[in-house]
């Protein structure tokens, strides 16, 4: 699975977007990004995902560039219950029985919503 | 739809004993995976299961092992516990293939070995 690079933090005001970067510039064209947070204490959860084209879900927006080096996870409203590591993962999706669902987590972001 | 659930919460133990951990997965689910997350070393993957085989394992000793009985229930096991097998367990099932590939995570036993 390719490498991941995040800002280790990120401050957000409450009620604002926010935008958390990924570059993940050696990935495959068969490998999607995923996006998971882990609440302090918590499993983690997941956010989102996406191969080439923007995605959007009811917890947020997965903006990935056009050369699908780099991707940008946007919490449009931030609350202080957002406040969490947020992982960006990026893999290949497996079809076949033989495939395996394994996560590689790097650091992630820190992101702390402030009030 | 029940979430993955993880027993016990919390566990102590003594070094050089053993431990077992149990993990439910969601109904329907057939893949199980389980990790560690420690401060030094992040979230780590340790095995994955599926339909009662063990088809991924990561890089840890064999101290650490695991099953999956046919209902899709795990355990894992540690053995001769170390100071620095204290962490979080984390089990995660998965849906089946091709369902967007999504693993959903419990909340963790936390492990401390005195």
């Known amino acids: 699975d390719a490498k991941t690079t995040q800002p280790p933090s990120m401050d957000c005001a409450e009620g604002r977007a926010a935008n958390l970067p990924c570059n993940h510039s050696?990935?495959?064209?068969?490998?999607?990004v995923y996006w998971y947070r882990q609440i302090h204490s918590q499993g983690p959860q997941y956010i989102i995902h996406?191969?080439?084209n923007n995605e959007t879900n009811e917890m947020a927006s997965l903006i990935i560039t056009e050369d699908r080096k780099s991707s940008t996870l946007i919490l449009p409203h931030a609350t202080l219950r957002d406040t969490a590591v947020y992982y960006c993962?990026?893999?290949?999706?497996?079809?076949?029985?033989?495939?395996?669902?394994?996560?590689?987590f790097g650091k992630g972001t820190k992101l702390s919503v402030i009030p | 739809k029940a979430g993955v659930t993880q027993t016990p919460r919390y566990l102590i133990k003594t070094r050089g004993q053993q431990v077992t951990l149990s993990c439910s997965p969601i109904?329907?689910?057939?893949?199980v995976s389980w990790y560690q997350q420690t401060p030094g070393q992040g979230l780590q993957f340790l095995f994955e299961?599926?339909?009662?085989?063990?088809?991924n394992k990561g890089n840890f000793p064999g101290r650490f092992s695991g099953r999956q009985f046919s209902n899709s229930r795990s355990e894992m096991n540690v053995s001769t516990l170390e100071l620095g097998d204290s962490a979080l367990y984390l089990c995660?099932?998965?849906?089946?293939?091709?369902?967007?590939?999504?693993?959903?995570f419990g909340a963790g036993t936390r492990l401390s070995v005195l």
């Open positions: 995660a099932s998965s849906p089946p293939l091709g369902a967007k590939n999504i693993q959903y």
């Open positions: 050696t990935i495959s064209g068969n490998e999607y």
């Open positions: 996406g191969l080439k």
């Open positions: 993962i990026v893999r290949v999706v497996p079809y076949s029985g033989a495939g395996s669902y394994q996560l590689t």
């Open positions: 109904s329907g689910h057939r893949s």
């Open positions: 299961y599926f339909s009662e085989t063990q088809r």
